[in-house]
């Protein structure tokens, strides 16, 4: 089954890179990407550096609702870093993989890590579609086929991850909590025994760990830090963009951003051929970009993400003292669905 998910995957990305690189003049895309200069790309480097500082202060904010100490910020951005990292790898073993890093250096529960990833994605979408709303009052135009698209699509998607968080409140009130408890441990029982406590009390702690029970003011920082991570990555794609002289302002660069991170959501390694349909897409559909600049501009944006992946990531491995025997252990424990 693992095999023939990564066949597929891999299928995506091939047939995506198939339609990006379609009627694509290569000679033409080598001149405009040589033409650039390079304090553009060192800017966009420092805004993903940036991103990952805020990212980090962010995810201490949720994951006070677990632990009462105050994990160092260093911490929280090296096990930052290194999820992006492992994201090149198929399946995007990086989400959950930092989620299970971070717990077991920090002794809490594996299952409230994950749970922290979750509930960050949780709010990164949901923040990323009031930003994309909020964006279409100052556009230029905001008629174009696929920008209503995208519009339609934000309406229906925001009510929907809005009542997740509800979900998660609803579940843990103490008699749902309870019923949802037997109906766990009821299920389980289908488990070898020796499986089936530590199966019980992950997936309960899991579910514990999906409601946020943090005082006022966190929730406060907590909104105000998420707008922060967005605003930051939008604004640095936008600088980019000024490098190669696209007609685009900030506020349409994030309609454009909109759509990569749906693409970026489909889980192809590194990102191969997702987050480079869509930039392709987005740039050409939205805002007429020529299909070899709109190529170039990709095409450097993706190879500066793999770069800052690369580079930060180690560097966090090497911080925090890892060795890369620790990711075979947690595949092998997301196989198992416990440890």
């Known amino acids: 089954m693992r095999y023939l998910r990564i066949l597929l995957i891999i299928l995506i990305s091939v047939l995506l ?20 200069n390079p304090l553009y790309p060192l800017a966009f480097f420092f805004g993903a550096f940036l991103q990952y500082v805020v990212r980090a202060y962010r995810w201490g904010i949720i994951l006070k609702a677990y632990k009462k100490e105050k994990i160092p910020l260093l911490t929280l951005y090296n096990f930052t870093a290194i999820g992006f990292f492992l994201n090149l790898l198929p399946g995007r ?6 989620g299970i890093l971070l717990a077991q250096e920090e002794k809490i529960e594996k299952s409230f890590g994950l749970a922290s990833v979750v509930v960050e994605r949780l709010i990164d979408f949901v923040m990323m579609i009031l930003i994309f709303l909020l964006s279409l009052f100052f556009l230029r135009n905001n008629d174009s086929l696929l920008l209503t698209q995208i519009k339609q699509v934000s309406f229906y998607l925001l009510p929907v991850l ?45 579910l514990k760990g999906l409601k946020l029970n943090l005082p006022a003011r966190e929730y406060v920082k907590l909104i105000f830090s998420s707008a922060a991570v967005w605003i930051v990555v939008i604004y640095f794609y936008w600088i980019l963009i000024q490098g190669f002289s696209m007609d685009i302002t900030f506020y349409e660069t994030i309609p454009y951003f909109s759509i990569l991170v749906v693409f970026a959501a489909i ?17 050409t559909q939205l805002y007429n970009v020529p299909s070899d600049l709109a190529v170039a501009f990709t ?31 947690i595949e092998e424990q997301e196989n198992n669905e416990v440890s």
């Open 17 to 36: 890179l198939v339609f990006f690189f379609k009627d694509v003049n290569f000679e033409e895309v080598g001149k405009i990407v040589s033409s650039i």
């Open 93 to 98: 073993l990086g989400e959950p993989a930092r």
């Open 162 to 206: 809005v009542a997740f968080f509800f979900l998660f409140y609803f579940l843990n009130f103490p008699r749902i909590f309870s019923f949802v408890e037997r109906v766990v441990k009821f299920c389980a029982k289908i488990l070898p025994q020796r499986l089936r406590d530590a199966t019980v009390r992950f997936i309960l702690n899991f």
């Open 267 to 283: 889980p192809t390694p590194g990102m191969t051929g997702t987050i480079d349909m869509g930039s392709k897409l987005g740039l």
């Open 299 to 329: 095409l450097l944006v993706h190879a500066q993400l793999l770069i800052t992946w690369v580079v930060l990531g180690l560097a966090a491995f090497w911080m925090q003292g890892l060795s890369f025997n620790v990711l075979k252990r």
